[in-house]
């Protein structure tokens, strides 16, 4: 099933493409003439990754916020986090970096109803990336991962992503992961 992408004004100034999001990889490849195999690894990695970044890293890992704060989430991630359209959420925006590279680019809408008890620390995570939280807290579950393929201005920006809800009885929290060339060209096939 295909779900399009509609740009709020504050996502206009957002560091992440236009993105066409497909329940599934097959369902994406069908719009797509070969998903690359490179993209393919990364779109179907388990687990953490950040933790996966982390072991392609030779010398360093870092995590920079390019921004955060109430923002309006577009109409398609309100309508797939199930929150009245016009409504503020926490929006992350952030670039996770191997050995000095962006690798990835990551948006994260957080409802203001999440943020309320425990979950007031998502707004305070700073540099740390929200992967180590999340998987170090068990109530977080991930649900089943979309696949984006992007509408890349240039060269330099990502043509494919991922995201997932993630829920807890804090709440849910809707995480965006767009594969970076950088991050394809130096680790097609994950740590090498």
């Known amino acids: 099933m295909r779900r399009g992408f509609m740009p709020s004004r504050d996502s206009e100034r957002s560091c992440i ?12 490849s069908l ?3 070969g998903i690359k195999p490179a993209s393919r690894y990364w779109l179907q990695l388990e687990g953490s990754l950040t933790k996966a970044l982390q072991l392609c890293c030779q010398h360093s890992f870092h995590v920079e916020v390019v921004r955060e704060g109430f923002l309006r989430p577009t ?7 199930n929150i009245p359209q016009r409504q503020l959420a926490w929006i992350r925006e952030v670039r996770l970096c191997g050995d000095g590279e962006p690798w990835v680019l990551a948006r994260t809408i957080i409802p203001r109803t999440t943020l309320d008890g425990k979950g007031r620390r998502l707004r305070h995570l700073g540099r740390m990336p929200l992967g180590a939280y999340l998987f170090s807290h068990r109530q977080w579950r991930r649900g ?3 696949t984006g393929l992007c ?8 043509d494919v992503a991922r995201r997932s809800c993630f829920n807890s ?6 995480v965006g992961e767009y594969f970076l060339p950088t991050l394809l060209a130096a680790h097609p096939l994950g740590r090498t």
Do not use: C, D, M, Y
Request: glycine letters at 2%.
């Open 144 to 146: 089943p991962f979309e």
């Open 75 to 81: 109409r398609e991630e309100a309508l797939t986090l």
């Open 169 to 174: 009885p804090e709440g849910s929290l809707l």
């Open 31 to 33: 719009k797509v003439h």
């Open 17 to 28: 493409p236009p993105t066409i999001w497909h329940r599934s990889l097959a369902a994406a």
């Open 151 to 158: 509408q890349a201005r240039n060269a330099s920006q990502p």
